[in-house]
């Protein structure tokens, strides 16, 4: 009990960035998460907020915990909402992440009192899945980012909506210093990424890894984590040492078989 709230609001340990915590898992230099050290770089240096977004699957949280794992693990908080929360329910989650000593005051004056003297010492505070927050937890930690005294880096990220959100709050939407979309890897980015990213890639036929992209991942990042789960599980059953097409086709056949291409 005591680990896990020394770890509440903290960066996720390494062995949570890849899916269902994918042994032998590599962390790759996809474009997107170059793209995403510089701008939480670039966002820690302004003392910014930014916006990182995408589809479900295509590595913008594996891609925010590893540049900020790099470039300030001692320094982020993160909080994270899978319903409509108040800015009371905001207010608790912050006191939470942040580890403030005590007990949540009672009245809202002191509690922002308290939060703003907190947010003095240097902050990145990681907002993930931002599309459920409301206008009014927006404008709550605009209201934080603007205070005078405040060191607060914020990084928004978010999947379906979350672009939308922001951009719907011109107060908050003109205050972001950088908006990143990540998308899924072009086949010439997954040819180049997934030989690095496992052990079993290393020596594949290319024309497997693409047959596999075109047919069933489409460049997803945590389809290529699941597909590659069945494939450890696939070689260890029957003793390949390779991939070969019958056991790809076994594999990705466990997908969904109504992925967009």
């Given at each position: 009990m005591t680990n896990t709230l020394a770890r509440r609001g903290r960066l996720p340990a390494e062995r949570e960035d890849h899916f269902m915590r994918l042994a032998g898992a590599q962390v790759v230099s996809t474009r997107a998460l170059l793209t995403a050290r510089e701008n939480v770089r670039a966002a820690i240096e302004a003392k910014a907020m930014i916006c990182i977004y995408g589809q479900a699957g295509n590595g913008k949280s594996f891609a925010v915990n590893a540049s900020l794992r790099e470039l300030a693990p001692k320094l982020t908080r993160r909080i994270q909402f899978r319903a409509r929360p108040s800015t009371r329910d905001l207010r608790h989650e912050l006191f939470q992440?942040?580890?403030?000593?005590?007990?949540?005051?009672?009245?809202?004056?002191?509690?922002?009192?308290?939060?703003?003297?907190?947010?003095?010492?240097?902050?990145?505070?990681?907002?993930?899945?931002?599309?459920?927050?409301?206008?009014?937890?927006?404008?709550?930690?605009?209201?934080?980012?603007d205070d005078a005294d405040s060191d607060l880096t914020i990084v928004f990220t978010g999947g379906n909506g979350c672009f939308e959100m922001l951009q719907s709050e011109p107060m908050l939407e003109?205050?972001?210093?950088?908006?990143?979309?990540?998308?899924?890897?072009?086949?010439?980015?997954?040819?180049?990424?997934?030989?690095?990213?496992?052990?079993?890639?290393?020596?594949?036929?290319?024309?497997?890894?693409?047959?596999?992209?075109?047919?069933?991942?489409?460049?997803?990042?945590?389809?290529?984590?699941?597909?590659?789960?069945?494939?450890?599980?696939?070689?260890?059953?029957?003793?390949?040492?390779?991939?070969?097409?019958?056991?790809?086709?076994w594999a990705y056949s466990k997908l969904s078989t109504r992925q967009a291409v």
């Amino acid at each position: 009990m005591t680990n896990t709230l020394a770890r509440r609001g903290r960066l996720p340990a390494e062995r949570e960035d890849h899916f269902m915590r994918l042994a032998g898992a590599q962390v790759v230099s996809t474009r997107a998460l170059l793209t995403a050290r510089e701008n939480v770089r670039a966002a820690i240096e302004a003392k910014a907020m930014i916006c990182i977004y995408g589809q479900a699957g295509n590595g913008k949280s594996f891609a925010v915990n590893a540049s900020l794992r790099e470039l300030a693990p001692k320094l982020t908080r993160r909080i994270q909402f899978r319903a409509r929360p108040s800015t009371r329910d905001l207010r608790h989650e912050l006191f939470q992440a942040l580890g403030l000593p005590g007990r949540p005051p009672a009245h809202a004056i002191e509690f922002d009192r308290m939060l703003r003297t907190a947010l003095e010492e240097p902050r990145v505070l990681v907002c993930d899945e931002a599309q459920w927050l409301s206008k009014l937890c927006f404008e709550y930690l605009r209201y934080l980012w603007d205070d005078a005294d405040s060191d607060l880096t914020i990084v928004f990220t978010g999947g379906n909506g979350c672009f939308e959100m922001l951009q719907s709050e011109p107060m908050l939407e003109s205050r972001v210093y950088a908006w990143q979309e990540i998308g899924r890897m072009s086949l010439d980015e997954v040819l180049t990424v997934v030989p690095a990213f496992h052990p079993v890639w290393a020596d594949a036929d290319p024309d497997l890894i693409a047959v596999c992209d075109q047919e069933a991942v489409h460049g997803n990042f945590r389809a290529w984590a699941k597909i590659t789960h069945h494939l450890v599980t696939g070689l260890k059953e029957t003793g390949r040492r390779l991939v070969d097409e019958e056991l790809l086709r076994w594999a990705y056949s466990k997908l969904s078989t109504r992925q967009a291409v």
